[in-house]
């Protein structure tokens, strides 16, 4: 018992270990990220504060510097995150945990300092982005009424106009990678959808008029894609790396719910003609149907073969075309004509021919006439839709083709992939057009002395 007694006395006496600081760069910013700077970032620099990096949330906005290193009760930040200065932020969120704004208390408290061995996220004068070699292009979409083409560039999308004529705009944004580009039915709005992998996945709504942004809605720990606009034009479906698909809201920037029906990653969703069931691609080889309305899973449509990364939706039926790992375009319909068997593909409408890599990329025309094709690598393939007949191969593109889209009218295809060229084709395959959606300047070499 003595023994014990002394044991335990030494034991007290020694001191207690020092609990590490709080790291500004793996707890503070990750907050920031997911909390804050979908209106506070360079393109939507509300009340001036501008929180993508150290130096902006030190600097802070109209009501002076966001924290006083040491005084989390005389700082900005904390009176915001709290609701002792109004409004709470973030506004019209939910307010952050407890345990978040005591983790930023302590932070202020043991002086704020920003141990980030580099600025967070690029704050970059996006709209003079300079590039050395052409974007890798990773989405293109037309107007409704074929005006204008968005497609993806650098932290930006560009507006072209829609015959190839000239860059009219540029929307620079937070996200490094946009994965899908997408009107809204009436042409008004276009949403871009994209990331920066591994840090953080955005949804940026744009006024087309005013080349402004009205939302730009920081999700997820992962780059998002695949996005797909109802067609009423109220809301957004878009796909995660975990395993979701998530509905939007487009007039809110509200998520209205997350569906976590595939196994892995899921790539690519289409809504229905009426808007009330969505179909989804992933790795896990499915296209998945689900209910819009309450989020519930039907069936899946297709049978499993490999990994599914493209899908596009006939323009009048509720048909998909989906392609992938497999290089095989399938079109089937979402709607089985009996009921399921062991290994049923009674869904299946037509198989196209085997392409020369794993599919990127799939369109059908507007008219319903025709569907191309994109890969991995070799040539774009445009078929008739109701025989399979192939009718043009479009030939040139350098690596990948992550976009392929019919103009409205679907006259032409354009595609934009790995070589950052736009070209526009004729529906035979020939080239009508080809343009690099960016201005490139030379890189100055120093001279060998």
């Known amino acids: 018992m ?10 007290w006496a020694l001191p207690c270990a020092k609990a590490e600081p709080v790291s500004y760069a793996r707890q503070i910013r990750p907050i920031l990220n997911r909390q804050c700077i979908g209106c506070h970032q360079p393109a939507s620099k509300q009340s001036d504060l501008e929180l993508t990096t150290f130096n902006g949330l030190q600097k802070g906005g109209k009501k002076g510097a966001a924290f006083v290193p040491g005084k989390p009760d005389e700082s900005v930040l904390i009176g915001y995150l709290t609701g002792k200065s109004t409004p709470q932020m973030p506004f019209g969120g939910r307010p952050l945990a407890p345990e978040q704004i005591d983790l930023i208390k302590q932070w202020i408290s043991e002086g704020a300092k920003n141990d980030s061995p580099s600025e967070g996220l690029s704050t970059a004068k996006r709209t003079t982005t300079v590039y050395h070699a052409p974007p890798l292009i990773t989405a293109i979409a037309y107007s409704p009424d074929g005006k204008l083409l968005a497609v993806s560039g650098y932290r930006e999308v560009l507006l072209h106009d829609g015959n190839g004529g000239g860059l009219l705009a540029r929307l620079p944004g937070l996200s490094q990678r946009v994965h899908s580009v997408q009107f809204t039915p009436d042409g008004k709005t276009l949403v871009a959808v994209g990331g ?79 808007g009330k069931r969505i179909v989804s691609v992933g790795r896990d080889r499915a296209a998945k149907l689900i209910d819009a309305n309450t989020g519930a899973f039907v069936e899946n449509v ?3 073969k490999e990994p599914l990364t493209a899908i596009a939706r006939h323009p009048k039926k509720d048909w998909v075309l989906i392609g992938g790992q497999e290089r095989v375009p399938y ?14 593909d009674s869904t299946l409408i037509r198989k196209f021919e085997k392409q020369d890599g794993p599919i990127l990329s799939v369109a059908i025309s507007n008219d319903a006439q025709y569907v191309a094709v994109g890969a991995e690598v ?65 890189q100055e070499v120093a001279s060998a002395r």
């Open 2 to 11: 003595k023994k014990l007694c002394a044991f335990l006395a030494l034991l």
């Open 331 to 344: 079109l089937y319909r979402m709607d089985r004509p009996r009921a399921m068997r062991i290994a049923d």
């Open 378 to 442: 070799g040539d774009v393939h445009i078929y008739k839709l109701d025989t399979g007949e192939l009718v043009g191969t479009c030939r040139g593109q350098q690596g990948g083709v992550n976009a392929v889209v019919f103009e409205p009218d679907s006259k032409r295809l354009v595609t934009g992939g790995f070589d950052g060229t736009v070209r526009i084709f004729e529906l035979n395959g020939t080239l009508a057009k080809g343009f690099v959606p960016v201005p490139v300047e030379k």
């Open 196 to 274: 920066d992998p591994g840090r953080l996945g955005e949804v940026q709504i744009w006024d087309v008029a005013t080349r402004k942004q009205r939302k730009s809605v920081v999700l997820t720990n992962d780059t998002l894609s695949g996005a797909s606009i109802s067609p009423d034009g109220t809301k957004l479906v878009f796909c995660s790396p975990d395993k979701s698909i998530r509905l939007m809201d487009l007039s809110t920037g509200e998520v209205i719910r997350k569906m976590d029906h595939h196994e892995d990653w899921v790539f690519a969703a289409v809504f229905g003609i009426d």
């Open 302 to 304: 297709n049978l499993l």
